[in-house]
Each structure stands twice: as structure tokens, then as C-alpha cells.
T-cell receptor, first 112, second 112 residues
């Protein structure tokens, strides 16, 4: 299994600002995934991040709004840009292990 | 990508066996079936994964019929701490890692 940590665990931000969320994995992984989970909803995949290449975004998500970095095989960041109250969600990073997908604890973002 | 359908909610009592069924009529040949558990304010946690027939681990069993169009997660003798949302996920871990779509999940409430 993989141990995943995220920073910050939660934040309250003003609209129009940006927040960068960090994800650290305790082992090297090829692919890292970023999900969003809005209150009371299921998880929605935002993008897949491979080390050394551009992230691949799912329909409805764009790089300008959610830029992603993947500088090495154990770390990734997701930035939520120009935030609005609709961006209030839990953001989770995830990696694929040998027997399933492992998730970080999530970052709870509230935009005022 | 296979779409999954689960009951929205289920109630049970401590000590009972709980079976949660997931329908995935469009499952592809290379797709695996994975179940996750999510507590409030936490990321989903891997429970069990299977391809066909029956898989058992220390926490659950997974039953998959021959046509693989559904699967049933079985939780033996549930306790109050098993109250959570349970997600069934179907996808090809090798070629579509990350592309698996989370369904709406089943909220299990265990009562004393």
C-alpha cells in the first residue's frame, strides 16, 4: 500500500485568489490522480499527472483553472486558480498501487 | 467506461451480514471490480478487488457472477464503525488507470 499525505488539510480562501495543494507519496509512482468531491457527492476525476509530461485533464476541467505540477515520482501539486464559491470541495490525490487505488486524506477547501 | 449503479442507502444492525450489490452491465473484458469505503472527512479506502468468482480478505468478500455484470460486497457481522459510504469502481487498471468512474456510492448506516 502507499501512504499519501496532503497539505493543507483544509483552508478558507477569498474568491479570486489561488490555492496550491501538495501531495506527497511515500513511494515512487508513475501516475498520480487528482479528484474533486463536492459536498455530499461522489468523486470526480480532475486530471492524471505523469512525471515529465503534461497532465491529462478530464472533460470539464482545464489547465488554466487547475494547473498541475509533477516534478518527480513522489510529489505533485494542484492549484485551484481564481477561486469562486463553486470551487468549495474536497480535493484528493490518489495513486495506483498493486491492488487498487490509494487516496490521500483530502484537502477541504472553502471559498468565501 | 462501465457505468455502475448501486443502492443509494442501506440500513443494518450490529452483528448482521450486509450485502451491497453493484450493477455494471457494460463491464469490459479487461475491467476489474474494486470496492472502496469512505468515512466523512477522509479519502476512500481500498476494501477489496476482484475479476471473477469470489475473493475474500480479512474484512470482506466479493462475489462476482459468471457474466460479471454485477458484483456483491459482503461485510460479515457489521459494527457501528462500518457506517460509511461504499463505492464500487470498475476499470482496466492497466490501460485506463485513473479513468474508472466513481458511482454515487451506497451509504450504509449500522444501528445498535
Amino acid at each position: 500500500s502507499a501512504v499519501i499525505s496532503q497539505k493543507p488539510s483544509r483552508d478558507i480562501c477569498q474568491r479570486g485568489t489561488s490555492l496550491t495543494i501538495q501531495c506527497q507519496v511515500d513511494s515512487q509512482v508513475t501516475m498520480m490522480f487528482w479528484y474533486r468531491q463536492q459536498p455530499g457527492q461522489s468523486l470526480t476525476l480532475i486530471a492524471t499527472a505523469n512525471q515529465g509530461s503534461e497532465a491529462t485533464y478530464e472533460s470539464g476541467f482545464v489547465i488554466d483553472k487547475f494547473p498541475i505540477s509533477r516534478p518527480n515520482l513522489t510529489f505533485s501539486t494542484l492549484t485551484v486558480s481564481n477561486m469562486s464559491p463553486e470551487d468549495s470541495s474536497i480535493y484528493l490525490c490518489s495513486v495506483e498501487g498493486g491492488s487498487g487505488r490509494f487516496f490521500g486524506p483530502g484537502t477541504r477547501l472553502t471559498v468565501l | 467506461l462501465a457505468k455502475t449503479t448501486q443502492p443509494i442507502s442501506m440500513d443494518s444492525y450490529e452483528g448482521q451480514e450486509v450485502n451491497i450489490t453493484c450493477s455494471h452491465n457494460n463491464i469490459a473484458t479487461n475491467d476489474y471490480i474494486t470496492w472502496y469505503q469512505q468515512f466523512p472527512s477522509q479519502g476512500p479506502r481500498f476494501i477489496i478487488q476482484g475479476y471473477k468468482t469470489k475473493v475474500t480478505n480479512e474484512v470482506a468478500s466479493l462475489f462476482i457472477p459468471a457474466d460479471r455484470k454485477s458484483s456483491t460486497l459482503s461485510l460479515p457481522r457489521v459494527s457501528l464503525s462500518d457506517t460509511a459510504v461504499y463505492y464500487c469502481l470498475v476499470g482496466d487498471l492497466n490501460t485506463n488507470a485513473g479513468k474508472s468512474t466513481f458511482g454515487d456510492g451506497t451509504t450504509l448506516t449500522v444501528k445498535p
